[in-house]
């Protein structure tokens, strides 16, 4: 087989890249791990930077987004039963729209079907190889058979756990790493969203957040010790520990109903540099991670299929290098910016074991400063409807 980008990772990141590839004529295969039922069951967070949205638009997949993305002008913060907007509109002229991960990934994969370009499922023993030669080579078995794929790039959008990574010889790699000493349990629930905007609250029980996805679908999270076990929580008694975390008012009028899906997922902050090897450029969650404080991961996997779309619009129709050398240097100029923002929120919402008293006062006094200072909520404001690419 040959293609010009060979796409390894049917995420969010690597059927973005084909769709923006296949307006500039360039074609792609997607070579995938897992089924597409088990790639659209996967439950992801839903808030979308206005350059995620208009890359969608740019991509031709905008349409159900546009008719059924929720627009959010703002959200509220509240440590306790002290509360803050932000209000992103006023701050910023800009706003974030709610629109589930599963939604874009189910939308990419239609129009993918639509313009009949290959997508291989459940392949397995993925090797990339022959990044610094004319043409790079992807090997991998489909149903027990081997495969070989020739191509101009490849594009390593396979997350956190997938191969392209490590095709980076290990002491050409470097690797940045945080882990939180807690995670996110998280429902859905077939209820009206507790309010019509999310809300991040610090407490003294630790962290919570109230999210959507439409009028009748909430998630909400609460922080909890690493070392819960999600069939320990029943639903009752997540509900009683998210209502003691949001402020009262909020709580008084909740709705609870059963949930229909229950998970804990660990926090990480994570960088790999470079994002770039020969042929090879990382995009998404196989180059970095963050925590789902502030909602970045999505939106900056965005940027990087961004960068590279460019590059290799570039590339393919000015025969122009000058993109695709710049990409590692431009991708992670923005990241470690999401990164840093992502820390802070994490920080600022978030009971850590460790923390003394002092350190609970200084997080007291860094929300009183945001309640009392436009500039720092700006600040929060613009990095959260997304920095410019
Ligand atoms: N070969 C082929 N595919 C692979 C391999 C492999 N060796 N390893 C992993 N994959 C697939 C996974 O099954 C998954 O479908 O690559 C895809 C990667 O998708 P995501 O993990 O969703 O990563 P990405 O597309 O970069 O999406 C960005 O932002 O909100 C965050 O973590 C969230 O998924 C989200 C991410
Ligand atoms: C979500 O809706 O799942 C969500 C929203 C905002 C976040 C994280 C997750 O910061």
């Avoid at 990339?128 to 020739?150: C, K, M, S, Y």
């Avoid at 992670?332 to 600022?348: D, E, G, I, P, Y």
Wanted: with cysteine; charged share 20%.
């Amino acid at each position: 087989m040959r293609t010009q980008v060979c796409i390894i990772g049917g995420g969010p990141s690597g059927l973005l890249l084909g769709q923006l590839l296949h307006t500039v004529g360039v074609d792609t295969i997607v070579l995938e791990r897992q089924s597409k039922d088990h790639v659209l069951s996967r439950i992801r967070a839903g808030v979308l930077e206005r350059g995620f949205q208009n890359l969608m638009i740019q991509a031709g997949v905008g349409d159900r987004m546009i008719a059924e993305g929720i627009i959010h002008d703002g959200t509220l913060l509240s440590n306790g039963d002290e509360k803050l907007r932000i209000d992103f509109k006023a701050l910023t002229g800009s706003h974030v729209m709610v629109y589930g991960q599963t939604e874009v990934t189910h939308d990419l994969y239609a129009a993918r079907d639509n313009i009949g370009a290959p997508t291989l499922h459940q392949v397995e023993h993925v090797e990339i190889d022959n990044l610094d030669q004319p043409q790079a080579t992807v090997r991998f078995q489909q149903n027990g058979e081997q495969h070989e794929i020739t191509c101009d790039y490849v594009a390593g959008c396979d997350g956190f756990h997938g191969v392209s990574r490590t095709t980076i010889p290990v002491e050409k790699r470097r690797e940045f790493e945080k882990v939180y000493p807690f995670g996110w349990l998280g429902i859905l629930s077939e209820t009206p969203p507790v309010d019509h905007e999310l809300i991040y609250a610090n407490s003294e029980r630790g962290f919570a957040l109230a999210s959507m996805r439409n009028p009748n679908l909430s998630r909400y999270y609460i922080q909890c010790p690493l070392s819960d076990d999600v069939k320990d929580w029943s639903d009752d008694a997540f509900w009683s520990e998210f209502k003691s975390r949001i402020p009262s008012d909020a709580a008084e009028r909740l709705v609870t109903g059963p949930s229909i899906e229950k998970s804990i997922a660990p926090l990480r902050s994570f960088v790999c540099e470079p994002m770039s090897w020969g042929r090879l450029f990382l995009c998404g969650d196989a180059a970095h991670i963050v925590p789902p404080t502030g909602a970045k991961g999505l939106n900056t996997a965005a940027s990087d299929i961004h960068y590279l779309f460019e590059a290799l619009a570039e590339k393919y129709s000015e025969r122009s290098d000058a993109g695709l050398n710049a990409y590692c240097e431009k991708a992670l100029a923005r990241v470690w910016k999401t990164q840093r923002f992502s820390w802070w929120m994490t920080n600022l919402l978030h009971h850590f074991p460790d923390q003394t008293s002092f350190d609970r006062r200084v997080q007291s006094a860094e929300f009183a400063f945001l309640q009392s200072n436009e500039d720092a909520q700006r600040a929060l404001a613009t990095n959260y409807v997304g920095l410019p690419y």
